[in-house]
T-cell receptor
Framework: ELKVEQNPLFLSMQEGKNYTIYCNYSTTSDRLYWYRQDPGKSLESLFVLLSNGAVKQEGRLMASLDTKARLSTLHITAAVHDLSATYFCLLYTGGFKTIFGAGTRLFVKA | ETGVTQTPRHLVMGMTNKKSLKCEQHLGHNAMYWYKQSAKKPLELMFVYNFKEQTENNSVPSRFSPECPNSSHLFLHLHTLQPEDSALYLC???????????FGPGTRLTVL
């Protein structure tokens, strides 16, 4: 069975701290995407990871992809309140098939 | 015009009603998608169309009927829905199946 497991599902952290969100998957793939969703809003694209070893950074967020370990990470550096949102990984599995992770609801406390 | 638009943004319907959701993309993409986002489940892919042809149907009940008249427009026709169909329905588009998807704002559906 194809699975995309995201953890943690909920994360409460202090401003200024670092943390990592993990996205593990059960099938071979070389494409993975990270999205952000604010409450009541749609999904905003954050990162596109297209190959093994890909690393992308934008502001306080950095995403990486290890296709051999079937693992992607989203690292948060020195969190600020504006990063509070739900973060999803989306795995491309071929053709027109994709699978979302369950999402990580992040809350950054002042 | 923003990339992917959806109408209506909110919809309340009874179980015997018939309604349609509309999605339009202005990005020149070839593939369009319907997703369902409910409170207690991960985002679920429902249907995919590529160049107006349906390429994916993830065992969606027949009370949901998609239509894709051209690469820019996608509809989801609804009839005889159940309360458990209440959810946020998101439309997305991409250049191909392997490319980044761009999402619309969603339609919040409530079935009474």
């Amino acid at each position: 069975e194809l699975k995309v497991e995201q953890n943690p599902l909920f994360l409460s952290m202090q401003e200024g701290k670092n943390y990592t969100i993990y996205c593990n998957y059960s099938t071979t793939s070389d494409r993975l995407y990270w999205y952000r969703q604010d409450p009541g809003k749609s999904l905003e694209s954050l990162f596109v990871l297209l190959s093994n070893g890909a690393v992308k950074q934008e502001g306080r967020l950095m995403a990486s992809l290890d296709t051999k370990a079937r693992l992607s990470t989203l690292h948060i550096t020195a969190a600020v309140h504006d990063l509070s949102a739900t973060y999803f990984c989306l795995l491309y599995t071929g053709g027109f098939k994709t699978i979302f992770g369950a999402g990580t609801r992040l809350f950054v406390k002042a | 015009e923003t990339g992917v638009t959806q109408t209506p943004r909110h919809l309340v319907m009874g179980m015997t009603n018939k309604k349609s959701l509309k999605c339009e993309q202005h990005l020149g993409h070839n593939a369009m998608y319907w997703y369902k986002q409910s409170a207690k489940k991960p985002l679920e892919l429902m249907f995919v169309y590529n160049f107006k042809e349906q390429t994916e149907n993830n065992s969606v009940p027949s009370r949901f009927s998609p239509e894709c008249p051209n690469s820019s427009h996608l509809f989801l026709h609804l009839h005889t829905l159940q309360p458990e169909d209440s959810a946020l329905y998101l439309c997305a588009s991409s250049q191909t199946g392997a490319n980044e998807q761009f999402f619309g704002p969603g339609t919040r559906l409530t079935v009474l």
